[in-house]
């Protein structure tokens, strides 16, 4: 058997003695957006260090654990934490959560993220669909051996974000008073906040937010058959479009500040899923 499917099947494994019920929504929580997992009913708390295989979440604002339970009539599973690039993990090890959640059952997965603004309509707080992403870095997760079992050697990402549930998710954002703009989340690997010309880049080439992760889990998620949805909270205006410095702190704050609304916009989506 594979390393990464005998990896798979032990986290799996150990998930699996821990919960009685099969998720069947998975929700990946940024950056001081965590506290969506609070609204979870009759929770159920797995540490990723109790995880066989699973890394450790590094990063302020991130509690490193799933929380298993009822949300909006739904079996859900959220991550409290995620895993980047920069910290030292590859590629293959940060969306290793991504093909667990598959293996447990889950077949949407919601992700979230806290970005930078490079359009310039948008402003801090402002809530975003992501309808497509762009990673330029050369790095993807789906680089070495191909398990057929878990998907395409060469998959379709022409539409990773589900285009029909992303008019849904626009229709009832509407419906809850909710300005939700659209856009396409632009990757960077981090940790240091892009430069005035990579914003600028970014910008020409299509981007509205950047940020440091969602798209290598949106591609494996994508890579394995799963739906697909993304919503990026703007923080921040990226570097050379907001005029102080950018810093880790103000993210959090910012979160924290819309998390009323991203609670309410992520609670209904889970609704219709």
């Known amino acids: 058997m594979n390393n990464l499917l005998e990896k798979m099947n032990e986290a799996k494994a150990y998930i699996e003695s821990k919960i009685s019920v099969r998720p069947e929504i998975g929700l ?3 950056s001081g957006l965590g506290v969506l997992a609070d609204e979870i009913e009759q929770p159920i708390k797995i540490k ?20 298993v339970g009822h949300l909006k ?3 859900v599973i959220a991550m409290q934490g995620r895993f980047h690039y920069y910290e030292g993990y590859t590629m293959q090890e940060i969306t290793f ?71 849904r998710i626009l229709e ?24 005035p010309a990579e914003v600028r880049v970014a910008k020409m080439l299509g981007g509205d937010a950047v940020g440091m992760s969602t798209a290598p889990e949106a591609v494996v998620a994508a890579h394995m058959g799963m739906k697909v949805s993304g919503i990026s909270c703007i923080t921040n205006m990226a570097a050379g479009i907001q005029k102080t410095a950018l ?7 910012v979160a924290n500040r819309v998390q009323g609304t991203f609670i ?3 609670n209904r989506i889970v609704e219709i899923a």
Not at 247 to 253: A, K, L, T
């Open 97 to 167: 959560p991504v093909r667990v959640l598959k293996a447990i059952g889950v077949e949407h997965v919601i992700l979230t993220n806290a970005a930078g603004g490079t359009n310039e309509t948008f402003s801090g707080g402002t809530l975003m669909l992501i309808t497509d992403h762009i990673n330029i870095m050369g790095v993807s997760p789906l680089i070495g051996p191909n398990e057929a079992e878990l998907g395409p050697r060469f998959p379709d990402v022409s539409s990773v974000y589900d285009v029909d549930f992303n008019h």
């Open 247 to 253: 810093n880790h702190q103000e993210v959090v704050e």
């Open 48 to 67: 990723y260090s109790e995880i066989p295989h699973f890394p450790v979440s590094t990063v302020e604002g991130h509690e490193g654990q799933f929380v």
């Open 73 to 75: 009539g739904k079996m």
């Open 28 to 30: 990946i929580l940024g």
């Open 172 to 195: 009832e954002a509407k419906a809850l008073d909710i300005d939700l703009k659209q856009g396409v989340y632009f990757y960077f690997t981090g940790p240091a906040y892009e430069t």
């Open 264 to 266: 309410r916009l992520v």
